[in-house]
């Protein structure tokens, strides 16, 4: 057995380890090369006289870049500027706007905020900030390129009778497919839908609505936390339930009903939705410039 010396200034703290039959560790390092090589870092330990050489446990020197939740999956840190929602102050400016907004109309104690992607019947993807109010939930379109809410959508809680967790699932002679899970909110019933609103891709009379995380997710901790859909679901859930129990109109005495179950989107050949979604039309996105 032989010792591999370094003559670097880590050399007293290199590890050890066994030779094989047949082969022996050699240094790459050339001389005048001031940086350290990875044989550097292996030594091979003597055995005592008269022994088998035995393999002896490897110690490497714990890696310099440790994994890191933030900002995978996108490691290119263009890729999220090109949301303006990401952008500094434009998230805050949203809430304030709305703050104010609900601070002058109904005067409501807001729950919280959520950015996540809206999914409609015609699984197309649109960008929408969610809020929890003790009585209403806010579904807003707001333009993060001007910094101004285009459109507010108010739902009643105690209007919302169930709710479905699980997995996208489409007909089964659909061209238009769809992977993860999401969630989808009933404040009336399907059956009632008239066929004019159900083929209608803008229509604004569909009696549910379908959310999803938003693709900004893990660019930063604070995305983390409003692009979750589970912290979404903890918050609307008791405050539909305080809602059904305060109510004095239709809804009281209602239950709220949490499914686990598929989310149908019925659609099939799509073609609407796979342009709109492979160019995230959906959202306030940076597209470049068109010049000659």
């Given amino acids: ?19 094989i039959e047949g082969f022996q560790a050699v240094s790459l390092k050339q001389e005048g090369d001031d940086q350290p090589s990875e044989t550097d870092h292996l030594s091979m330990e003597e055995e005592d006289s008269g022994k088998d050489p035995m393999p002896r446990h490897i110690s490497r020197q714990s890696s310099v870049t440790e994994s890191t939740l933030y900002p995978n999956p996108y490691h290119q840190p263009y890729i999220s500027r090109k949301y303006f929602a990401t952008r500094p102050g434009a998230i805050e400016t949203a809430m304030e706007d709305l703050k104010g907004h609900i601070a002058e109309t109904s005067g409501e104690t807001i729950q919280g905020f959520w950015l996540l992607t809206k999914i409609d019947h015609w699984n197309n993807e649109k960008e929408r ?55 989808r909110i009933y404040w009336g019933s399907p059956e009632e839908q008239s066929l004019l609103s159900r083929w209608n891709p803008w229509s604004t009379e569909v ?8 693709p900004m997710k893990y660019t930063s901790e604070k995305f983390l936390e409003i692009c979750k859909l589970s912290g979404f679901v903890s918050k609307l859930v008791p405050a539909i339930q305080n809602a059904h129990k305060n109510s ?15 989310i149908l989107i019925e659609t099939y050949t ?3 939705s796979f ?18």
């Fill in 1 to 19: 057995m032989k010792r591999l010396e370094s003559s670097g200034p880590g050399a007293e703290e290199m590890s050890t380890i066994g030779s």
């Fill in 129 to 183: 900030i969610l809020l929890v109010t003790d009585k209403t939930l806010l579904i807003c379109k707001y333009d993060f390129i001007m910094l101004s809410c285009v459109q507010l959508q108010r739902i009643p809680l105690s209007a919302v009778y169930r709710i479905c967790l699980g997995k996208f699932t489409f007909p089964g002679m659909s061209l238009d497919k769809r992977q993860g899970e999401g969630l």
């Fill in 207 to 214: 009696p549910y609505a379908t959310f999803t995380e938003h």
């Fill in 248 to 262: 004095i109109g239709s809804g009281r005495g209602k239950k709220l009903m949490v499914l686990t179950e598929p």
């Fill in 270 to 272: 799509g073609l609407m």
């Fill in 275 to 292: 342009i709109g979604n492979r160019n995230k039309l959906g959202y306030s996105l940076a597209r470049g410039s068109i010049g000659f």
